[in-house]
């Protein structure tokens, strides 16, 4: 699966520690997520379309 976490993180001048705790997930979570070796659980990728305000299909693709 491939996400945008990266580039959204980065457009609001987040840290990954940041975003972790704004998620209540560990830094580690949000780096294993941003390099694809992690693909979330469902709530997890909805919380974090909630907290960009987007559409999980926004942040989340899938590949092929």
């Known amino acids: 699966m491939r ?3 990266r580039v959204l993180r980065a457009e609001r001048s987040w840290s990954q520690g940041e975003l ?3 998620l209540g997930v560990s830094r580690q979570t949000v780096n294993a997520i941003e390099t ?3 693909d979330p659980s469902l709530p997890l990728a909805f919380s974090i379309a909630r ?3 987007l559409a999980i299909e926004q942040v989340f693709e899938p590949e092929g």
């Open 3 to 5: 996400n945008r976490l």
């Open 20 to 22: 972790a705790d704004r």
């Open 36 to 38: 694809g070796r992690y």
């Open 51 to 53: 907290l960009f305000d």
